[in-house]
Structure formats: structure tokens, C-alpha cells
Nanobody, 117 residues
Framework: QVQLVESGGGLVQPGGSLRLSCAVSRSSFSPNRMGWYRQAPGKQRELVATIISGDSTNYADSVKGRFTLSRDNAKSTVYLQMNSLNPEDTTVYYC???????????WGKGIQVTAYS
């Protein structure tokens, strides 16, 4: 069974920073694409940032210049550095890990990020 272990969420003041981490629990699963999504109440889940094994990244326009996604391929772990957080970033963030060759896609349980004064 594959699980995604998420950490690093919490409460910060607007303008503050957090770093989210997501690690794959089983070494037998090797994702070729990982990333973070977020979902506000009543809205569809939206992409925040994704990265592939070649380190190519894709960011939502709303986070470009503020968030940075990196990957440790050996550990199948991704890190999302979030700077200049604002209240609009407040929601639940979900980690995603996918291996397209085997059509496998796993999601984390979600972690809360809050940026309010």
C-alpha cells in the first residue's frame, strides 16, 4: 500500500512562509510526476505546482514568483517552498504522485495552510 506523507502546514501571518513536504511511503513505487494541488470549499481542486523526473516544473499563475517546487528523486519526495503567503492561499493542500506508465496515481490526505492575521 502506498501512502503520501505530508507535513509542513500550519498558521502564519500574511507575508510569511511555509514549506510543505510530501514523501512516498513505499520505495517500490517510483512516481515520474509529483506535485501539489489545493481545494477551497465549494471549488474544484486546482493545480499549484508539479514537477517531473527531469525537473521540469509547472506553476499556477497565482503562485508564480512566490512558490518554488523541488524534488528529491532518490527519496521520491517533493518540497513546496511558499513565500509571501496571503489569505487567498488559505485552504487545504493535497500532494499527488503519479506513474503514468502504470496508470497509478496517489493522493495525500491533505494538509491545512492558513495565512491570516
Amino acid at each position: 500500500q502506498v501512502q503520501l506523507v505530508e507535513s509542513g502546514g500550519g498558521l502564519v501571518q500574511p507575508g510569511g512562509s511555509l514549506r510543505l513536504s510530501c514523501a512516498v511511503s513505499r520505495s517500490s513505487f517510483s512516481p515520474n510526476r509529483m506535485g501539489w494541488y489545493r481545494q477551497a470549499p465549494g471549488k474544484q481542486r486546482e493545480l499549484v505546482a508539479t514537477i517531473i523526473s527531469g525537473d521540469s516544473t509547472n506553476y499556477a499563475d497565482s503562485v508564480k514568483g512566490r512558490f518554488t517546487l523541488s524534488r528529491d528523486n532518490a527519496k521520491s519526495t517533493v518540497y513546496l517552498q511558499m513565500n509571501s503567503l496571503n489569505p487567498e492561499d488559505t485552504t487545504v493542500y493535497y500532494c499527488d504522485a503519479e506513474n503514468r506508465a502504470y496508470a497509478r496515481d496517489y493522493w495525500g490526505k491533505g494538509i491545512q495552510v492558513t495565512a491570516y492575521s
